[in-house]
């Protein structure tokens, strides 16, 4: 075998390795919450415990009308435009907001990044319902994270919303370095917590960021308005009454 070849078959066994160990980890969490969920034993604590997406979640994000207005281009153009992998890193806390404004466009033109950020704050808000909706889960005693994909700015948001009157902002992609639908991300949000993966459940408006929740144990809700939220929430036992704010 060649020396190309050898590091070729060294470099496929080693990725194998990790996502085999991926899984395995994956696995011993969900036979440990089969066990722990049945136990008439474990410590008093309201569950389940509840992780909310934020953005298109519980928060309208401004990304889909209000940047492209901003940037002046339609959205197809901005795609096009942009760095491939800029937001991402900022979402994941790898580079701060002097970095993005450098990469933000791949051909490193210079954009008003507090003008940006004034027009994104501007576009937050609640979507209809939600709001009262966290205010009663939080009400009745439920335990309630964000578990957002979102760069630093989601002080921004909370500077607006509030939203931790309802909810803890303990799960940020730009503090934990990880991005749903990394399973990773899953697993340490379920070590942080304390509890097994049945404990939790998870709701987003992205289904492949809650099918990743159902793969290692979580409980999942694809989030689509508050109507149908709340229809899902009572067939999990879960039933809220709004009130009007």
Known sequence: MSSTASAAAMHTLTTGDLFNQKLNMIGKKRDRASVSCTRSDAPKRKLPVLLFDVMDTIVRDPFYQDIPAFFGMPMKELLECKHPTAWIEFEKGLIDEEEL????????RDF???GLKDCIRSGYSYLDGMQELLQTLAADNFEIHAFTNY?????LIEEKLKLSAYLSWTFCSCNIGKRKP???FYLEVVEQLGVEP???LFIDDRPSNVKCAVEIGMRGLCFENVDSLLKDLSHLGINVSLPKI
Not at 101 to 108: A, E, L, N, S, Y
Not at 151 to 155: E, H, L, N, T, V
Request: net charge negative.
């Open 101 to 108: 404004t450098r990469k933000f466009f791949i051909d490193g």
């Open 112 to 114: 008003d990044l507090e």
């Open 151 to 155: 760069p630093i700015w989601y002080k």
């Open 182 to 184: 990394d399973p990773e």
């Open 198 to 200: 049945c404990d939790c």
